[in-house]
């Protein structure tokens, strides 16, 4: 079934975006990799097939126009999310199967991201790997393996679809995400991926264990259908 373009919501307060994420301040080890799908995760919708080129920026690049007029963005809370990962030293990689690879990567060099020093750059400049083409993620993966020498067991991987986990056959931990990638869905996956190696010294039934401070909305469990 076709899936319909989503707007997003209202934007949070940029006080609440500034906040560090939960998981860079609790002193408990961090992936080294963050890899994130760009369809219905880091933007809300499928840019081989809601995007009409040519694509021009709006006049602050937090947006661009197709050639029908329509807008496109990314999800409210992403800019900051790729703020914290970069001014954190954290790799990021893009992992999509699009068939519009090139208008996938023009984008994100026309959406712009405000850093930790308030300087506005292209948000391709926030990422260290870019594998965007048709294919398995899996090959997706082993190039981003080849590339960066960072052991798969040390990426985390943000995904819609549930096909997807077939990575965590080579040892990455994929997060399955409902809404897009939030401040919650990043503390989220990084609490299962400490869970999945061992690095969570918490107890497993500990009060916090299943709930983000800065989590706006529930978190959902996962479904496998």
């Known amino acids: 079934m076709a899936r319909k373009l989503v707007k997003s919501n209202a934007p949070p307060s940029a006080s609440s975006l500034d906040t560090p994420l939960q998981c860079f301040t609790d002193s408990l080890p961090l992936p080294k990799l963050f890899v994130f799908d760009l369809d219905y995760t880091l933007w809300p919708f499928w840019v081989d097939t809601h995007v009409t080129p040519p694509i021009k920026a709006s006049p602050d690049h937090s947006s661009a126009k197709d050639r029908s007029g329509e807008s496109y963005a990314f999800y409210n809370e992403v800019p900051s999310i790729l703020a914290q990962l970069k001014s ?7 992992a999509s199967r699009t068939s519009a690879p090139d208008l996938g ?16 750059k292209k948000a391709i400049e926030f990422f260290d ?4 083409y048709p294919g398995s993620k899996i090959t997706h993966f082993n190039k981003l393996q080849k590339s960066t020498g960072i052991r798969y067991e040390d990426m985390l991987f943000f995904d819609d679809e549930a096909r997807n986990r077939n990575v965590e056959s080579l040892g990455v931990k994929m997060c399955l995400v409902r809404d897009g990638v939030n401040r919650s869905e990043i ?4 609490r299962e991926w400490r869970q999945m190696y061992g690095h969570d010294t918490k107890s497993p039934t500990s009060p916090d264990e299943n709930i983000d401070i800065d989590a706006d909305t529930p978190i959902k469990a996962d479904d496998e259908n």
């Open 187 to 190: 503390n989220r996956g990084v």
């Open 129 to 132: 790997q870019l594998e965007i």
């Open 88 to 94: 954190n030293g954290i790799k990021v990689g893009a």
């Open 105 to 120: 990567r023009e984008m994100l060099r026309l959406l712009h991201v405000t850093d930790a020093d308030g300087k506005k």
